[in-house]
């Protein structure tokens, strides 16, 4: 499996047999430092948690989408509660 981040167009994973998609959510970015990370993290927790590929890519572009909300790369983290 590979995950791609691809800034504000959006984000993939890649396995042998699918290729999953996603766009950015529409929000508006006040600073972008964090975001790669922010993704890596959410969607590497939904697989830890036995999440689908598709739940996983979902889990980092909804905590990737917060963190470029707030200023600084930890202030828009989300819990797993907030995420689900």
Same mark, same amino acid.
């Given at each position: 499996?590979?995950?791609?981040?691809?800034?504000?167009?959006?984000?993939?994973?890649?396995? &042998?047999?699918?290729?999953?998609?996603?766009?950015?959510?529409?929000?508006?970015? $006040?600073?972008?430092? +964090? #975001?790669?990370?922010?993704?890596?993290?959410?969607?590497?927790?939904?697989?830890?948690?036995?999440?689908?590929? &598709?739940?996983?890519?979902?889990?980092?572009?909804?905590?990737?989408?917060?963190? $470029?909300?707030?200023? +600084? #790369?930890?202030?828009?983290?989300?819990?797993?509660?907030?995420?689900?």
């Amino acid at each position: 499996m590979v995950a791609i981040t691809n800034g504000r167009d959006g984000a993939h994973i890649l396995t &042998q047999d699918q290729h999953l998609f996603s766009p950015v959510l529409n929000i508006t970015p $006040v600073d972008e430092t +964090g #975001a790669g990370d922010a993704f890596g993290s959410a969607s590497l927790s939904a697989l830890i948690l036995k999440n689908s590929l &598709q739940t996983s890519l979902e889990w980092g572009i909804k905590n990737s989408a917060s963190v $470029v909300s707030k200023m +600084g #790369a930890k202030n828009g983290i989300l819990k797993i509660s907030q995420i689900r």
